[in-house]
């Protein structure tokens, strides 16, 4: 049964960058997976971030794609989320979660972590 | 982007309501339309996928209809594990997105 575990800070300053690691157990993130970042506030709900295929190839929303950047370390077995200029509207509870293989949906979550954006 | 609009926002019923959940896309979405269950303080968990397939391991009194723009989410007869906020989201194009949320409470 694969596990997904969050890690990163809580807290991140006005026009800081946000770094969150998921840390993958259970099985390995070179399993032909997409591996995502989704977020969720209580202003706008759920909101899927990007994600990435094991190979390396990366899919973003384009309402944050100029901010956002999601990678793989195989050797780890982790995926990261990096987030710059995050502004209070970026505080929300993040998700890691894994798709799907037959159909894109997250049939894994992460149990989330809380970032607050504030100085 | 696709949105993603679920009536009602939020339900009460009783234990052994049936209880259907509709959710309707701004465009049509074939049958890429997924259901998530919430639960205070918990991630979601995948109930339906593909419109009407049921994830593997979850309770048979939960369903999934429709296809193009216009989908349920049926209990057949609520339990009081359900009380719980329901999600859709599609995921026919980029960016992947999810419904306002169905909040089920106790009647």
């Known amino acids: 049964q694969v596990q997904l575990q969050e890690s990163g800070p809580g807290l991140v300053k006005p026009s800081g960058t946000l770094s969150l690691t998921c840390a993958v157990s259970?099985?390995?993130?070179?399993?032909?997976?997409?591996w995502s970042w989704v977020r969720q506030s209580p202003g706008k709900g759920l909101e899927w971030i990007g994600e990435?295929?094991?190979?390396?190839?990366?899919n973003y929303n384009p309402s944050l794609k100029s901010r956002v950047t999601i990678s793989v370390d195989n050797s780890k077995n982790q995926f990261s989320l990096k987030l710059t200029s995050v502004t209070a509207a970026d505080t929300a509870v993040y998700y890691c979660?894994?798709?799907?293989?037959?159909?894109?949906?997250?049939?894994?979550w992460g149990q989330g972590i809380l970032v607050t954006v504030s100085s | 982007d696709i949105q993603m609009t679920q009536s009602p926002s939020s339900l009460s019923a009783s234990v052994g309501d049936r209880v259907t959940i509709t959710c309707r896309a701004s465009?049509?979405?074939?049958?890429?339309l997924n259901w998530y269950q919430q639960k205070r303080g918990k991630a979601p968990k995948v109930l339906i996928y593909?419109?009407?397939i049921l994830e593997s391991g979850g309770p048979s009194r939960f369903s999934g209809s429709g296809s193009g723009a216009d989908f349920t989410l049926t209990i057949s007869s609520l339990q009081p594990e359900d009380f719980a906020t329901y999600f859709c989201?599609?995921?026919?194009?980029?960016?992947?997105?999810f419904g306002q949320g169905t909040k089920l409470e106790i009647k």
């Open positions: 259970g099985g390995s993130i070179r399993s032909s997976n997409w």
């Open positions: 465009q049509s979405i074939s049958s890429s």
């Open positions: 989201q599609q995921s026919y194009s980029f960016p992947y997105t």
């Open positions: 979660a894994k798709v799907g293989t037959s159909s894109w949906y997250v049939d894994h």
């Open positions: 593909g419109a009407s």
């Open positions: 990435i295929y094991d190979g390396g190839a990366t």
